[in-house]
C-alpha cells in the first residue's frame, strides 16, 4: 500500500479566474460538478485559504473574484486530466459567463 | 448551560424518570387536557436556542441530522425537476446550488462533528453552522455577487429546520394530523388560524392569561398553557407532549405511567363536561330565585352554535376583528353584513351585542404603519381608530345595521373615554342610518347602542355616559390594565394584574350603580365573568347579565344555581371593605370552592 501512496500522481497548477462575477455560486457548482468527475484529490488554494475542491461550501468560502488566482493541486491517478478539464472550464470558457 | 446544572438537570431526570420526562408549570389559559405530538411554530428570524443534551443521546441527534439532509434533498430534488428549464432556467440553478451544499459532505460533517463535541441537539447545530457559513459570507463584502450568497445559506438553514422542527411552518394552516403547538409566542392571526380539528393543544413561552392569543384559544376550546419561560428549549419537534390546560402544566417526553394517568384524568375532564352539560337545558337562577342571563363571547361567526350548545342565550361580545385577520385587505360590507347575519339567524330573538372594530394595540394596525406607536395601548386604537378612518367605520355600522333586521342586534363602541367621543360615534351610526334610508335598504331604526366601559375614565364618569348608551358592558380586562397601569401580557409585571384589586372593584362597583340609577343594564364581559370565584361577588356587586367564552358556560351556571343572592351580597359588601388584592381573592377563592369544588 505503501508503494502506492508513492506511486500516486501529484499535480499542481495556477488558474486565474476570468469571468466578471468570480466565483460565485454557479461557477462554483460548475467546478464542484467537473471535478467530482474526477477520482483524484482536488485542493484549491487562494492565498492562504485551502478548499477541497470536491465541497460547494469550501469552493464558496474562498472568495475567488475575477483575476484571483487559483492554485489547484490534483492528487490521483487521473490527476491530468482533472487538471486539464478544469483548466478550461475555469480560463476557456470562463464558466460560460462574460468577461469584465 | 453550565456543568453544574447539567449535572442537576440529569438528577431532576433521574428523579422523574430515567426516559428524559420533564415538568414545566405555567399558566392555565384555556381548559382541557390533550396529550400528542409537538408541532413547534416559530417566527423566521427565531434563533435556535442553545440546548445540550446527554452523551448518549448524540448517536440520535446525529442521525437526526442525517435524516433532515436526506429529507431536504429529496424535497429540493423535486422542486429541481419541476422547475421548467426556459422559465425557470435560474430558479433551477438556485435549487442546483442548495442540493449541492445538502450533498457537501464537508458541511454535513461540520455539524454532526459540533453535535459530537459539543453534545448539542441536531437542530442547534445545523443552524449555528450554516449561521457562521452565512456570516463569512455577509463580513467579507468585497464582492455583491459573493455576499449575496448568504441570503441563500439562511435559506437551507430554514429548509433543515423545517425538517427537525416538525411540520413544515406554513402546513401549520394545512395539517394533516393532530398536533400540540409550542411556540415561543403566538400571535393572535396565529392562533386564529388553526384548525380546531388539528390542533389539539397550545403551548407557548410567552403570554398571560388575557393575553389575546390565550382568549383565542379558549373561544375555539384549545386547551392552552402560556408562560412557560423556556420550553422552547426543552421540546423538539415530534416529543409527545402532555398539555394540562386546567393546573397549567406542560409535560414533555411523559413515561408510560403519566400518560396513562392523564388519560384517565382526560376521561373524568371529559365526564364532568358532560356532567355540566346535563344542566344545559336548566335555567340560570340563584337558589332564591333570581334569573341571570349568561351570553357568550364569540370571535368567529360559526362560534355561536357552540355558544347555544353550550346553553347561552345570546351572544354579549361579539368581536368582529377576525374580519381582519389573516388577510390582506379590508372587509367589504357584504362579507360582514354575512358575518354578522348568520349570528344574528342563530339566535333569532336573543341579543347579539355587536362590538365595533377593536383595533390597535397589539392588534392588525401596528403591523401595518409606518412607525410604530411608542405606547399603543395608549394610542390610537379602538374606537379613535376608527373615528379616524370613517370610511371603514361607516362600512362596519352599514353592514350591522342592514344584519338588524334579522334579530336583536346591538351596538357597542369599545373603548370610550369620554363623552364626546361617545357623541361622535351616535352621531356616525345617524349619518349611516340617513344613507340607508336614502337607499331604501331596511334596517332596525331603534337598534341599541351601548358601549364597553373599560376605561378608568368612564368608569368615573359613567353617570354621563349613561345618559347616550342603552347599556353598559364592562370590559374588566382592559378595565384592569388601565386603572393598575399593568401590561397584563408582560410576564414581569402580570402579577400584579389582577380584578381582584380594590381600585378595579370600586371601580365597577360603581359602574354598575350609575348603570341602576339611570336604568340601563351593565353586564360584564370581561376574562372575570368567567371565573367562578368572580361571579359571587358579580351578583353580589347586581350584575345580572353575565357574558362570557362559551366553554365555561355550564360551569359557571352551575355556580350560579347553587348559590342565593343573599350570599352574594353578603359577599360583596365583605370584599369591598377589604383592602387588599392577595386578602380579596384568597377570599373569593375559599368562597368559590365551597360552591364547587370539583372545579378547583
Known sequence: ?100 | MSRSSQVERTQDAAAQNESGMEIKKGIAVSPGVSIGKSLIVDSEDYRIPRREIEPSQRAGEIQRVRDAFHDAIEELDALERGQDEATGGRIKDIFAVHLRFLRDRSLRRRITDMVHTEAVTAEYAVSTVLRSVAAHFETNVKDTYISERAADIYDIERRLLRRLLGTKREDILHLKEEVIVVARQLSPTQTAGFNRDYVKGIASDAGGRTSHAAIVARSLGIPAVVALEDLTEIVRGGDRVIIDGNRGIVIVNPDAETVHQYEEYSREFVALEHKLDTIRAKPAMTRDGVRIRLLGNIEFPDEAQIVLGKGGEGIGLYRTEFLYLNRPTEPVEQEQYEAYAEVARVFKNQPVVIRTFDLGADKYTQARRVTPEPNPFLGLRSIRFCLQNLGMFKTQLRAILRASVEGPIKIMFPLITNLQELMQARMIVHDVMEDLDEEQIRYNRDIEIGIMVETPSAALTASTLARESDFFSIGTNDLTQYTLAVDRGNELVSPLYSAADPAVLRLIRMIIQDANRAKIEASVCGETASEPEYVMLLLGMGVRTLSLTPPMIPEIKQVIRSVTIEDCNHLARTVLTMNSERQISGYLRAAARKVLPEAF
Open chain 1, 1 to 100: 500500500m505503501g508503494d502506492r501512496v508513492l506511486e500516486k500522481l501529484v499535480r499542481e497548477t495556477t488558474m486565474e479566474i476570468k469571468n466578471a462575477e468570480g466565483l460565485h455560486m454557479r461557477p462554483a457548482m460548475k467546478f464542484i460538478d467537473l471535478a467530482s468527475r474526477f477520482d483524484c484529490k482536488i485542493t484549491v488554494h487562494n492565498g492562504p485559504h485551502e478548499a477541497d475542491g470536491k465541497s460547494i461550501m469550501q469552493m464558496s468560502m474562498l472568495e475567488a473574484t475575477c483575476g484571483t488566482r487559483l492554485q489547484v493541486r490534483a492528487e490521483g491517478t487521473d490527476a491530468d486530466q482533472a487538471l486539464e478539464a478544469l483548466r478550461d472550464l475555469v480560463e476557456v470558457q470562463m464558466f460560460g459567463e462574460p468577461p469584465p
